[in-house]
Each structure stands twice: as C-alpha cells, then as structure tokens.
C-alpha cells in the first residue's frame, strides 16, 4: 500500500493481480475503488513517483514492473 503525497488516495496490490486506488482515507471495508489489472500473479510492491505523475507496481510470478501514469479527471 502506498499513500500519493497529496494524502488523498492510496494504491494496493493484491494476490490477484490487481492494483487498485481507494480515496484517503477510506473509512470502511466495502469503500468504493478503481480496479486495474495487468499483473499475471499478485502484486508484491505498489508506490507513486517522487511527483505523483506515475505509480510503480511490481508483481511477484511474472516478474513484471509496470508504470501506470496517474491522472486526475481525463
């Protein structure tokens, strides 16, 4: 999990391959989310670049780094 420097949305990885983006702070369990899936086995790592443009996720089987440009209203 990791938090943009807005602090007002975080990004997860799951054990399905997902990376999905909730609102901060979310304040229950079935919080509504943007889902994105590219990875073809869990998600080990998730974080946003030093300026918030890009989140970097890492996954775990496949080995893979994606770069997923991080937009606000296009």
């Known amino acids: 999990?990791?938090?943009?420097?807005?602090?007002?949305?975080?990004i997860t990885g799951d054990d399905w391959g997902f990376v999905k983006m909730f609102n901060y702070p979310c304040h229950?369990?079935?919080?509504?989310f943007n889902s994105y899936k590219g990875h073809s086995?869990?998600?080990t790592n998730?974080?946003?670049?030093?300026?918030?443009?890009?989140?970097?996720?890492?996954g775990g089987a496949?080995?893979?780094?994606?770069q997923w440009k991080y937009?606000?209203?296009e």
Do not use: C, L, P, W
Not at 28 to 32: A, F, I, L, T, V
Not at 62 to 66: E, L
């Open 1 to 10: 999990m990791a938090r943009n420097n807005q602090r007002d949305v975080v």
């Open 28 to 32: 229950n369990k079935k919080s509504q």
């Open 41 to 43: 086995a869990h998600v």
């Open 46 to 58: 998730v974080q946003f670049s030093f300026n918030d443009k890009y989140a970097i996720s890492i």
């Open 62 to 66: 496949d080995k893979a780094i994606f």
């Open 71 to 73: 937009t606000v209203g």
